[in-house]
């Protein structure tokens, strides 16, 4: 199959095209370069220049407390909402799959029940939020069958995220402060690849959740284990001995400028249902991701 996938700079997109490459499928990489999501003319020559089968469309502007500036918010609405709507359109056009991926912040994250795929009670809390589900809409409006992937706390080999960040202030702090409130599970973009992948090679459309088992924690729990196995792969300076980890509620960590939602329980259920196979632990993926950069 010829797939197209967007955002191949980012940590998903790489490893979606390594996946897709292993498979034996033609994957046709692209990023702002090729394929500026600001740019409707350059979206339809590129698809029309290619081709493809299926789009699975990583790239979009994920710079959370970025896009509360007013500054940026035509820009951030243009690349997520607009492009991704050019996108849709001309995958209709083409008669070609489409696979968006979206974030677990089209929600409020109230309460403590996990969010089931299919549930509309959507109640963003901040401007990336609100333009990923307009970005779904968009693509629910010109597309009769889609998937769409709500992810959450993902972290891969090439880019930034929060266990590289907690690393490097490891290495020059003794004490970390960590919020314990904000509860989710982590998303390794190795495992999640192999699962988008399964996925456009099926026609089994809808909303789905997924992000590795292993349980629902904090971003401190999460942090306290990061540190664990970092120290038992021999990187002692992130043990108990030099470096203390305290759990603090969001509201002592001192407010990011965008809102973040407390409850990331995402319900992965309706991929067992759908006879997709459900990612690794958490756990095993953050061992097999540290021995990779560590």
């Known amino acids: 199959m010829k797939v197209l996938v967007t955002g191949i700079k980012g940590q998903l ?29 350059m979206i339809e020559q590129c698809m029309n ?23 940026n918010q035509d820009l ?42 299919d549930c509309k009670n959507y109640s963003p809390l901040n401007v990336y939020g609100k333009t990923k589900l307009l970005g779904e809409e968009a ?8 998937f769409i992937v709500r992810i959450a706390w993902v972290f891969g080999k090439n880019g930034n995220n929060f266990i590289k960040t907690m690393l490097k202030i490891g290495q020059n702090h003794e004490q970390l402060k960590v919020v314990s409130d904000q509860i989710g599970t982590p998303t390794y973009t190795f495992d999640l690849a192999r699962l988008l992948v ?9 909303y789905y ?14 942090s306290v284990e990061i540190f664990r196995q970092a120290a038992t792969l021999g990187h002692t300076e992130y ?15 001192g407010q990011s400028t965008a809102l973040r939602p407390f409850n990331s329980r995402l319900d992965k259920s309706k991929l067992t249902k759908e006879g997709f196979t ?10 097999r991701y540290l021995k990779d950069i560590l």
Not at 49 to 71: F, G, L, M, N, S
Not at 209 to 222: L, R, V
Not at 239 to 248: A, D, K, T
Not at 280 to 286: G, K, T
């Open 76 to 117: 951030v609405y243009s690349v997520n909402v607009e492009g991704t709507k050019k996108i849709a359109q001309m995958c209709q056009q083409l008669h070609c799959k489409m696979l968006f991926l979206s974030t677990d912040y089209v929600f409020d994250g109230q309460g403590a029940t996990p969010w089931d795929p």
């Open 13 to 41: 997109g790489y490893d979606v095209m390594n996946e897709l490459t292993k498979r034996g499928h033609e994957a046709i990489g692209v990023d702002v370069e090729e394929m500026n999501l600001t740019d409707p003319l």
């Open 278 to 287: 459900l990612l690794p632990p958490w756990q095993d993926a953050l061992q």
């Open 198 to 206: 399964d996925m456009i090679e099926t026609d089994r459309y809808g």
């Open 239 to 253: 043990s108990p001995e030099h470096l203390q980890i305290l759990p603090v509620t969001t509201q002592e960590y």
């Open 139 to 146: 693509v629910a409006s010109q597309l009769e069958q889609y």
């Open 49 to 71: 220049a290619h081709k493809p089968e299926a789009v699975i469309h990583c790239a979009a502007w994920t710079a959370v407390d970025a896009a509360e500036d007013p500054a």
């Open 209 to 222: 959740h997924a992000t590795n088992e292993g349980g629902y924690i904090s971003w401190y729990d999460f």
